[in-house]
């Protein structure tokens, strides 16, 4: 499967973005999703999963009640809404699929990796 993320910029804290992992393939839906970020300096760290089916879905702790997940399998994509940002946020968003049911918080988990997008919050 191939990933391109997309939808990265420039926002004022506070706003909100939406990101985008567009998948490649007609299996996707047999694939469960992370996106992770990365900021310089850092590591690539977890930021929210979703299942293979949609049904389940978690966040990591510096996120969680801002972003949110959600999939479309029939058009195989899955999307990252990002709301109330702040500075801290600002890092190059990755999407990345596993062969497998559940999410994993472990990048090491996830085979296919999108591009990354850059995403800029200004204070």
């Known amino acids: 499967v191939q990933l391109q993320a997309s939808g990265g910029g420039l926002v004022q804290a506070g706003g909100s973005l939406r990101l985008s992992c567009a998948a490649s393939?007609?299996?996707?839906?047999?694939?469960?999703v992370g996106w992770f970020r990365q900021a310089p300096g850092k590591e690539r760290e977890f930021v929210l999963g979703i299942s293979s089916a949609g049904g389940n879905t978690g966040y990591g702790d510096s996120v969680k009640g801002r972003f949110t997940i959600s999939r479309d399998n029939a058009a195989n994509t899955v999307s990252l809404q990002m709301t109330s940002l702040k500075p801290e946020d600002t890092a190059v968003y990755y999407c990345a699929a596993t062969l497998r049911y559940s999410y994993s918080t472990n990048r090491r988990d996830y085979d296919y990796w999108g591009q990354g997008t850059q995403v800029t919050v200004s204070s």
């Open positions: 393939g007609r299996t996707f839906s047999r694939y469960a």
